[in-house]
C-alpha cells in the first residue's frame, strides 16, 4: 500500500499509517481513517445465461467483471445499480425488479492504495438477451455466458469469485 507521509491538518511528514484503517499524525494528534466504501455488482441474466463485461483497465484490465461501481453520496445502492447499468451498458432498469443477494468484503487497489470495500451484490433479470453500444474506456467487451460454462479464475475480483461459488453452487 502507497503510504501517505504528511499530515494535512500541520503539513509535517509524521503520518503513521496502523495497517489496517487508520493514519494518525504523531505531532498534532491527527486522524486520517480509510473507512469502508460501498460498491455493487449486477447479475443479468436470462434464463440460463449472465452477462458480463471485460475491464478494458486496471485494476484487473482484460478480466471479467460483473457490472456495477461505486455508491456516490448521497446514492442508495440500488440508484448505483440504475446508474452504473445505464453508464456502462446505457441499460434502462427497474429499481423494483432488482434483487438483493448478499454482501462480501473486498480489497479495491486503485494507485497503489488498498481501499476496503463492502461489495453489495443484486440480480436483474431481463426476458430477452440484448447487446448494447459500449463505453471502450471502462469496459472492451460484454458477452452472455451460460452460467456453467463460467471460469472463476477469468473473474476479476476475490469477492466476485466467492460470490460466484456460491451463485453456482444454487444454480
Partial sequence: MKILKYCPNCGKESLNWDGEKKWSCSNCNFRLYNNVAGAVAVVIRCDNEI?????????KKGKLDLAGGFVDPKESAEETC?????????????????????SLPNIYQYKEIDYNTIDLFYEYNVAEKFEVNLDFSEISEAIWIPIKD??????????????????LKSY
Fill in 82 to 102: 440504475k446508474r452504473e447499468l445505464f453508464e456502462e451498458l446505457q441499460l434502462e432498469v427497474d429499481i423494483s425488479k432488482l434483487k438483493y443477494l448478499k
Fill in 51 to 59: 452477462y458480463l463485461t471485460r475491464r478494458n483497465r486496471d485494476p
Fill in 150 to 167: 463460467l471460469n472463476l479464475e477469468d473473474i476479476a475480483f476475490d469477492s466476485q469469485k466467492k460470490f460466484f461459488e456460491e451463485y
